[in-house]
């Protein structure tokens, strides 16, 4: 079961690797694609952080991971004509992959 998922997994990064990007400022080299970047940044723009505390601890972890993208310019940046890019390594998928970047 578990090879099954890892080989679906694997085959959809292939298929959409264009779209993918490492986000630097997130924990654990999240792979993210560049529309879920900048909805992120969308979403973060209109959450409160007056009180960042305020609620339970799974709050806390949302709106502190938001709060990175709040001011990210990286969704800002990202072009899917490819004119200008950054390398980041990616080492389950190969070598060396580009994400856009103005």
Do not use: F
């Not at 890892?6 to 924990?27: N, S």
């Amino acid at each position: 079961m578990s090879s099954m998922i890892l080989k679906q997994t694997e085959e959809w990064l292939a298929q959409h690797r264009p779209e993918i990007i490492q986000c630097p400022y997130q924990p654990g080299n999240l792979l993210i694609t560049k529309d879920s970047c900048r909805k992120r940044r969308v979403k973060a723009k209109k959450e409160n952080y007056a009180d960042i505390m305020k609620g339970d601890v799974l709050d806390y972890i949302h709106k502190s991971g938001l709060l990175l993208c709040r001011d990210c310019r990286l969704a800002l940046n990202q072009y899917s004509n490819g004119n200008k890019v950054i390398p980041y390594p990616r080492n389950e998928y190969g070598s060396m992959a580009r994400a856009a970047r103005a």
